[in-house]
């Protein structure tokens, strides 16, 4: 005489099944996309030649094209100087941290840079990010220069155009005054240029109460961008109007 389970027992192996099933493929996907991203940290073949130290770095040493990197949309694809440019104008870039315990820490903050490599942010002397840099140093910048909610002119989609950029870097902790007080003054002339007679003021009062971040970009950034023309023709490959 055979027997059949109950619905109930039926169920709850296929419940059981599922949950397995999820869990390895979410652990499948993000094997695959860390290994992606120690490449890129670590300069494998998608970065492209890096210098023989990250402070050697200068954007001429790669071609604008952006062919150290790989975009699945190519069309879309911008150069570096674009990419910088991006970074340079938007409010606020995001850094994205990884904390002692694996894991993922993301803040808006004010950037300034000094020449194309180095960028600087301050913050209170202690918190997160100063914990997380502290464990992993390595961090990745994402800014949006535009962005602007559009129904495609020519198939009616529903769509953005948008100027976006991305970086990767390595954070420090900067404990000589002198390049603190460069580094607040960049970040002041480019967010409160028409203060800055206040500037060496508020310097005397807050430095030793201010921590200052160094970032150092360890490839050029990589650009994207959606934009239509006064026709509504898409603008691919680095088009410009």
């Not at 192996?13 to 869990?23: C, D, H, N, Q, T």
């Not at 695959?32 to 670590?42: C, K, L």
């Not at 769509?159 to 580094?183: H, M, P």
Request: proline share 6%; aromatic share 10%.
């Amino acid at each position: 005489m055979s027997y059949f389970p109950p619905f109930s027992v039926i169920r709850e192996g296929a419940e059981k099944l599922s949950r397995i099933l999820f869990v390895l493929l979410f652990l499948r996907k993000g094997f695959r996309a860390s290994s992606s991203v120690r490449r890129n940290v670590n300069g494998g073949r998608e970065i492209g030649p890096w210098p023989e130290s990250v402070r050697d770095f200068r954007l001429s040493d790669y071609p604008d094209d952006n062919s150290h990197v790989t975009m699945r949309k190519q069309s879309r694809e911008m150069d570096s100087r674009w990419a910088l440019e991006v970074m340079r104008k938007a409010p606020y870039v995001t850094v994205s941290f990884t904390r002692a315990d694996g894991s993922a820490y993301g803040v808006p903050l004010s950037l300034a840079c000094d020449g194309d490599k180095v960028w600087y942010f301050h913050c209170a002397p202690e918190g997160e990010k100063l914990d997380a840099l502290a464990a992993h140093p390595e961090v990745c910048l994402s800014a949006v220069s535009r962005c602007r909610p559009t129904v495609g002119p020519k198939d009616g989609s529903f769509t953005l155009q948008y100027s976006s950029a991305i970086a990767f870097g390595v954070a420090e902790l900067v404990t000589d005054d002198e390049e603190k007080i460069r580094a607040l003054r960049l970040i002041s002339q480019r967010f409160l240029p028409e203060h800055m007679a206040a500037f060496d003021e508020a310097v005397r009062r807050s430095l030793h109460r201010t921590a200052v971040v160094r970032i150092t970009l360890t490839a050029p950034p990589t650009g994207k961008r959606k934009q239509y023309d006064s026709n509504g023709e898409e603008m691919k490959y680095g088009r410009m109007e």
